[in-house]
């Protein structure tokens, strides 16, 4: 920054300006959850609450009912979720952005004046002029619960029926010998728990992921980790529906239940090689990465977890999953099938999409045109068409929720498809 308050210098954070601005925007979201979360479940709740008849509302505010007071506890919870979502704003903007400022922008007497790293990431922000769209507004929103399911004490449960039966099967393949050496792949890593938890057991691990929210907010809580319960989560504390108490809508989580990296130095004891050089996250679209020639037969096993839905097209997956796995190599798999496209435009892929080449569709990874729904059986018979022994497949005999509340009056449960398959 310089005299007069401007800010002057170089700015190239990516070089893809559409990248740029959906990184923005991204950043954006992060930044803004404290705002939008007041307007969206405090400020609009008082106002409709002070629409009703006086007498209506006078009755509800007055005790046991207090619902300003509980407006005003949500506030309070709002603040504490908020929290995590700014460090999440900063590592973000600290990894992407701020390596491509210029140093006298970040350390200016006007930066100086500005105080926390925070307030000057956000005058910076500002003056790029990008906002969060509504989808990115939602996905941070998603994503700080997510935390709930990946790094509490509370979740552990939730977690525990789907990675335990992946860290078992890895287990039984893998027994005793030194797993530094075994290259296992998670696409669609998320909050990475499942990558911390491969290392921890010996794995070379590698996460993938395709979303900004998901990686900056799995780069927190795995490389800027401070303490055990570091942030305090109310997960589902914003939605006002089925809750049987207010101390049950209230109800908080501290984030995370273990320190990533002291639990890590800790299993790397006696290891050939420390877990810290056995972990590993790509940023990019898994059919595009894990599709092409770089990553041939490179993996010993691969991991999907609650992933193989999001496919627009599966076999674009079965395609990366074997090209990128070792002959005899094992896909272990659970998770259900909630095709993630199924609200995606019918149509895509007619007339102006077919102009492509087969060459360029295929680069565009899931955005290419075309999108199928399968059912479970479907699913496994094609794994078996593209080279695979299926040698288990169990559906229904786990039930697990997503970032559920245990004492909601609603609970949706999911009854995941559990399979291994090994590549012939
Ligand atoms: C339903 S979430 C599951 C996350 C995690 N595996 C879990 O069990 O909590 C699916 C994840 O896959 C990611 N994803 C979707 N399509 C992807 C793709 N083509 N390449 C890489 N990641 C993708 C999403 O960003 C999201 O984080």
């Given at each position: 920054m310089a005299e007069g308050g401007e800010w002057h210098g170089d700015y190239d954070p990516l070089a893809d300006p559409e990248e740029q601005k959906h990184l923005l925007s991204v950043l954006d979201s992060f930044r803004s959850y404290r705002r939008a979360?007041?307007?969206?479940?405090?400020?609009?709740?008082?106002?409709?609450?002070?629409?009703?008849?006086?007498?209506?509302?006078?009755?509800?505010?007055?005790?046991?009912?207090?619902?300003?007071?509980?407006?005003?506890?949500?506030?309070?919870?709002?603040?504490?979720?908020?929290?995590?979502?700014?460090?999440?704003?900063?590592?973000?903007?600290?990894?992407?952005?701020?390596?491509?400022?210029?140093?006298?922008?970040?350390?200016?007497?006007?930066?100086?004046?500005?105080?926390?790293?925070?307030?000057?990431?956000?005058?910076?922000?500002?003056?790029?002029?990008?906002?969060?769209?509504?989808?990115?507004?939602d996905k941070a929103r998603s994503c700080i619960n997510q935390f709930y399911?990946?790094?509490s004490?509370?979740?552990?449960?939730?977690r525990a029926v789907v990675l335990s039966v992946v860290l078992s099967a890895l287990a039984a393949e893998f027994p005793s010998q030194d797993r530094s050496s075994v290259k296992v792949l998670v696409p669609g890593a998320g909050l990475g728990r499942l990558v911390f938890e491969l290392c921890a057991a010996g794995f070379a691990t590698e996460g993938n992921e395709l979303s900004y929210h998901a990686l900056i907010a799995s780069s927190l809580v795995l490389n800027h980790t401070r303490a055990v319960g570091e942030y305090t989560l109310a997960p589902f504390a914003l939605h006002g529906s089925n809750h049987r108490s207010r101390a049950d809508q209230f109800a908080t989580c501290k984030i995370p239940d273990v320190h990533p990296g002291k639990a890590l130095e800790e299993a790397s004891k006696g290891a050939s090689v420390h877990a810290f050089d056995r972990m590993s996250m790509t940023a990019a679209d898994f059919c595009v990465l894990y599709g092409s020639k770089e990553t041939e037969e490179t993996f010993q096993a691969v991991a999907t977890v609650f992933f193989i839905d999001t496919a627009p097209n599966v076999i674009r997956y079965v395609e990366a999953v074997k090209n990128c796995l070792v002959k005899g190599g094992l896909w272990v798999n659970i998770g259900p099938l909630l095709w993630h496209h199924a609200d995606r435009s019918r149509g895509s892929g007619s007339h102006g999409e077919e102009t492509k080449s087969e060459a360029q569709t295929k680069d565009a990874g899931i955005g290419e045109p075309g999108s199928v729904e399968l059912t479970d059986q479907e699913v496994v018979k094609l794994v078996e068409h593209f080279g695979f022994v299926v040698e288990k497949h169990e559906t229904g005999t786990t039930e697990t929720g997503y970032i559920q509340n245990p004492r909601s009056m609603l609970l949706s449960v999911y009854r995941p498809s559990f399979w291994i398959a090994r590549k012939k």
């Open positions: 979360a007041h307007y969206n479940a405090t400020h609009t709740r008082r106002q409709a609450f002070y629409s009703l008849p006086s007498e209506h509302w006078n009755l509800l505010a007055s005790p046991p009912f207090s619902v300003l007071d509980s407006l005003s506890q949500l506030d309070d919870l709002i603040d504490q979720n908020a929290k995590l979502a700014e460090a999440i704003f900063k590592v973000g903007f600290r990894s992407f952005i701020a390596p491509k400022l210029d140093r006298t922008i970040l350390f200016s007497p006007h930066a100086a004046k500005i105080g926390d790293e925070l307030q000057i990431y956000s005058t910076i922000l500002d003056k790029l002029g990008i906002k969060a769209t509504p989808t990115d507004l399911r990946d790094w004490a509370e979740g552990a449960s939730e």
